[in-house]
């Protein structure tokens, strides 16, 4: 006998109303876990999946919300239990008494969406597969010139898991940012945290430190939540994001701002501390868009990098672009908040970096320096140190490709 079954047909006047709705049911106390499938047709439309219950004693702003996981339009059925959960969701008590399904109307056509789902006791979750090798050819870290006590770590702010709408577990994908030469990798899956309790021991056996992250997912625009700092509830308004986001530690960042349906449409009074400038949607770097919106929206924020990596059939490894941090031992998110930041298109690229008072170009013989008020000058030698000021310089090769961002 199901828990619940529900059943309708969404129309746009229900999106255009609220575009989350809740799907409730009943759990007893025991409950050995639960299952829920959604079905309907998806050539016609996409309904995000996701779950919320009671509060309990979970992570870090979970507990209070009851959030207990979300998969998107990537999954059309999950199950919960005390010990296991599918990836996205949180496993751990049950309290008895009225939970509910979430269902996100993401796309729904003109003439409405029939849908059904259906919620029952039990279920399983396939274990995870093994950890692959940790890959033997890793290639050797670049060095770069940095200052007395720092180092420059190559990494990726954006990458996604089986946890969301990525392809790969978290163990391969540490594989893949080691095999590609990468010190840090950001897991950022769409509104869900329960990929942060397993990072750290993958990373250890990949030999790559693993950055807990969540990308705050809307259809008006997306965010990264950087830091273990627990669930942030995407639901609510994007100032509330920063605020959540700055009151535990962490650092918001605007993601890929000119992306389609995805671009930055949330308004906002204050104005998030790092903005994804550089991002694989940015096809030609000769076309100055992302930088004309970073410089209308907030020259202040620090610009960063992402892959967004899925899958390896999209063509967009990681690393690509690169984003460079200036650390003290491993601390990534103390390098990011103080600005010790470059970019480039990949972990051999020419990069452009601030050490102290200067920028050293590397690799950009033949280019432009750019400074913050659009002045040039041209690079000579595979290694040029420059006086800096204050600002974001890049450099551009002379058709007006951007090689490098440096802040």
Do not use: K
């Not at 575009?19 to 007893?28: A, G």
């Not at 770097?285 to 610009?303: F, N």
């Not at 490894?317 to 998110?333: I, K, R, S």
């Amino acid at each position: 006998m199901p828990l619940a079954v529900h059943r309708g047909r969404w129309t746009l006047a229900d999106r255009a109303e609220a575009i989350y709705r809740e799907l409730p049911f009943e759990l007893p106390a025991g409950a050995p876990g639960f299952t829920a499938t959604l079905r309907y047709d998806r050539r016609a439309g996409v309904l995000d999946l996701g779950c919320f219950g009671p509060a309990w004693d979970g992570p870090v702003g979970a507990g209070p919300a009851g959030f207990r996981g979300w998969s998107g339009g990537a999954r059309d059925t999950f199950t919960v239990a005390p010990d296991r959960a599918t990836p996205g969701y949180l496993a751990g008590p049950l309290p008895p008494g009225g939970w509910q399904v979430c269902l996100g109307l993401h796309r729904i056509p003109a003439d409405g969406l029939d849908y059904e789902l259906v919620v029952e006791l039990g279920g399983d979750v396939a274990p995870p597969p093994p950890a692959p090798p940790v890959p033997t050819d890793r290639p050797p870290r670049r060095e770069l010139p940095a200052e007395p006590g720092r180092r420059w770590l190559a990494g990726d702010l954006h990458s996604h898991t089986v946890h969301s709408d990525g392809e790969l577990t978290i163990d391969e994908l540490a594989c893949r940012a080691a095999a590609g030469g990468l010190d840090f990798l950001a897991i950022t899956d769409h509104n869900t945290v329960s990929h942060h309790p397993l990072l750290a021991a993958a990373g250890r056996r990949a030999g790559v430190l693993l950055l807990p992250g969540q990308e705050v997912t809307r259809d008006i625009g997306h965010a990264g939540a950087f830091g273990d700092i627990g669930w942030i509830d995407f639901r609510r308004p994007a100032d509330d994001w920063l605020a959540q986001v700055t009151a535990r530690g962490g650092l918001l960042s605007v993601n890929h701002p000119l992306s389609g349906d995805c671009s930055w449409r949330h308004p906002m009074t204050g104005r998030p501390p790092l903005a994804e400038i550089w991002h694989r949607t940015w096809w030609d770097r000769s076309w100055g868009g992302p930088l004309a919106w970073w410089q209308a929206w907030h020259p202040g924020a620090l610009p960063v990098g992402g892959s967004d990596f899925h899958r390896p059939a999209d063509g967009n490894p990681l690393g690509t672009p690169t984003t460079w941090v200036q650390c003290a031992g491993d601390d990534v998110l103390g390098g990011l908040a103080a600005g010790r930041i470059s970019i480039s298109a990949d972990r051999d690229a020419p990069v452009l970096l601030r050490v102290g008072d200067e920028l050293v170009a590397l690799g950009a013989d033949g280019s432009y320096l750019v400074d913050p008020e659009g002045g040039r000058q041209v690079v000579r030698g595979d290694r040029r140190s420059l006086p800096a000021g204050a600002g974001t310089y890049r450099l551009e090769a002379p058709d007006n490709t951007v090689l490098a961002l440096c802040a």
